[in-house]
């Protein structure tokens, strides 16, 4: 059977960050902040369109990037073809032992079926001492944003219209406790931010659908799905040209040396 993850990841791949540029945008600051040895062998793990092997295409000796979807793969290698692109199941890595000086890993952690098998498979292929570097939404002191969004409101309003866990993609991850039951160690922690102007409710809306949001709305009755889509263009063209503001945590771990 068909991961329903996989699914819908596999259909939104040609517009994946096509739209207004997110994960590029988290992206460039995830890359700005690791360090990495010259030559180094890295990682993009559930890569999509390959918004980080794009980052540090330029610094590396060697990318291989992964995802579950064969749609994401064949685009990434269409685009980025010094890339090693596979399919590959993120619990099941086809590399050997300590192969990695870095794995990367961007808004992935939290939609994976089984994130602490994942994070165990990283370990396993990054050599001692190498880094893994993840991202997942939210702010590293779990506080809220300190911005609104005209459209928070709205997916929380809509949550009781959909059957009993459709749509929902993402899970909770403590991350900092699965690193450490697998072995990582001197973990660290920090806020990212962008702001990306959004120009109007319609792009809000493409933006929203080509992303993992989108899960949520495919969840809807259609009727529901309709008119909250109509809700969602006239609260953001309402409230005039708006920036899309975002927070994450990146998460930075390494695998002891001995």
């Known amino acids: 059977m068909t991961d329903p993850v996989v699914a ?10 096509q739209v207004l540029p997110f ?12 360090e990495i040895p ?4 890295v990682l993009d ?3 999509g369109r390959g918004a980080l092997s794009a980052e540090f295409a330029g610094r590396a000796g060697r990318i291989a990037a992964v995802d579950g979807s064969p749609r994401m793969v064949e685009l990434l290698n269409r685009d980025l073809p010094a890339v090693e692109a ?15 000086d870095l794995v990367v890993a961007g808004f992935v952690v939290h939609i994976l079926t089984d994130p602490r098998a994942a994070v165990t498979e990283v370990k396993r292929v990054l050599k001692p ?5 993840l991202t997942v939404p939210g702010r590293a002191d779990g506080t809220p944003d300190p911005w609104t969004d005209p459209v928070t409101d709205l997916f929380a309003e809509y949550r009781k219209y959909q059957a009993a866990g459709s749509g929902r993609h993402s899970k909770y991850v403590a991350e900092d406790e699965v690193l450490r039951a697998a072995g990582f160690t001197e973990l660290t922690a920090r806020t990212l931010e962008i702001a990306i102007p959004a120009p109007d409710g319609e792009t809000y809306w493409r933006f929203t659908t080509s992303h993992g949001a989108g899960m949520f709305i495919n969840g809807l009755p259609a009727d529901k799905r309709a008119e909250f889509r109509d809700r969602l263009i006239a609260a953001v ?10 927070s994450a945590t990146l998460w930075v771990a390494r695998r002891p040396r001995s």
């Open 38 to 41: 010259p030559h180094a062998q």
């Open 237 to 246: 063209d309402a409230a005039g040209e708006i920036t899309l503001r975002r």
């Open 23 to 34: 994960f590029g945008c988290f992206a460039r600051q995830i890359a700005e902040a690791i």
């Open 129 to 133: 001492g190498g880094q893994f570097a």
């Open 86 to 100: 596979h399919v590959m199941d993120a619990a099941r890595l086809d590399f050997p032992d300590a192969e990695f």
């Open 8 to 17: 819908f990841f596999d259909g939104i791949a040609d517009d994946y960050d």
């Open 45 to 47: 793990l559930g890569a």
